[in-house]
């Protein structure tokens, strides 16, 4: 506990004038079809995709701090707050997060139980897009888990396989940056 899991990060942090350990979190998830031998499945109804979600939390340099996979059907007020409990387990350090409107209400009450901040991004209108600073961030790093071509899809029957071939996804983008 308190020890970061990933430690090549601490060293990334340290090279960008940053603290080893991260204080601020950004999360976020991703519905993802599933395989039709996978356990714990469910409907997203807003995406209309029938499969898992994965929840990430990655701290401001886009460093993978937790990640939970679920049924697609639960929604992220109620789903956040185990990614977000993970991070903070593992990641003492932390302050607040950043998420969302998805993680209004439920979510928000929940982190501010555990003693942290959040900051919810407003909905942006179709004709004022723009780039949200922080948020960006989180789905960058969506994006580089999808170069994984075993992330495209989760294959995986079980949720601990899913989230750790997502670890192992992470890592790899890793090594692909330190050449």
């Not at 992330?151 to 750790?164: G, P, V, W, Y």
């Amino acid at each position: 506990m308190g020890q970061n899991p990933f430690g090549i990060g601490s060293k990334k942090r340290l090279a960008n004038n940053k603290q080893a350990m991260p204080t601020y979190a950004i999360i976020d998830s991703q519905s993802v079809k599933t395989a039709a031998v996978a356990q714990d499945k469910g409907f997203d109804g807003g995406k209309k995709i029938k499969g898992r979600k994965r929840h990430i939390a990655v701290d401001t340099m886009g460093n993978l701090l937790a990640v939970v996979v679920h049924a697609a059907n639960i929604h992220d007020t109620k789903a956040g707050i185990f990614v977000a409990q993970k991070a903070f387990e593992t990641y003492p350090s932390l302050k607040g997060f950043c998420a969302d409107a998805g993680y209004c209400d439920t979510f928000k009450q929940e982190v501010e139980n555990l003693g942290l901040s959040v900051d919810i991004s407003k909905k942006i209108k179709d004709s004022d897009w723009h780039i949200l600073p922080k948020r960006w961030i989180v789905e960058r790093t969506f994006a580089w888990l999808g170069w994984s071509r075993r992330l495209a899809k989760d294959f995986e029957q079980t949720i601990l396989s899913a989230e750790n071939f997502v670890k192992l996804g992470y890592i790899l983008q890793i090594l692909k940056f330190i050449k």
